[in-house]
């Protein structure tokens, strides 16, 4: 199975975390594409943007990380090509904060496209709990 793991990428924390994340669920036999990693980002900016569509439409998920007060424009960007697609579309938040769009911390609109939100808001989470969430829900609903 594919993964397109959509995340914001424009801070060392933010980069490091999705590369743990990408690399454990590699070694549960998952196929992840990770922009920040998969892309050539000496491309110009239109070859950058087909790259990853392309890579969401060949995906069988895309696992959207939704941290933050808001979630990232380019991020919904790939999870509403992957929604149109009749891709899967899982949202993941580790975020405690309540965010711009209340207790969820999810924008209506944005949780309207994914098949769920996994939401792991809890301060002593780790990436193993994540990853085993996140695999988890993989194999219960047959991904």
């Not at 933010?14 to 549960?28: D, S, V, W």
């Not at 996994?118 to 990436?127: I, V």
Request: one cysteine or more; hydrophobic letters at 45%.
């Amino acid at each position: 199975m594919k993964i397109y793991l959509a995340a914001p990428l424009f801070t060392v924390a933010e980069r490091m975390f999705n590369k743990a994340l990408a690399l454990e669920l590699e070694g549960l036999g998952y196929e992840v594409f990770l922009p920040q990693e998969d892309v050539n980002n000496d491309s110009e900016s239109e070859q950058i943007f087909e790259e990853c569509l392309d890579n969401v439409r060949e995906s069988d998920v895309v696992l959207a990380v939704l941290d933050g007060l808001q979630a990232d424009a380019g991020v919904c960007v790939e999870m509403a090509i992957a929604y149109e697609c009749g891709k899967t579309v899982i949202g993941l938040r580790t975020d405690f904060r309540p965010g711009a769009e209340g207790d969820s911390g999810v924008n209506i609109m944005v949780g309207g496209i994914c098949d769920d939100v996994l939401n792991w808001a809890e301060f002593d989470l780790n990436l193993e709990d994540v990853v085993k969430g996140v695999s988890g829900y993989l194999k219960e609903y047959g991904k």
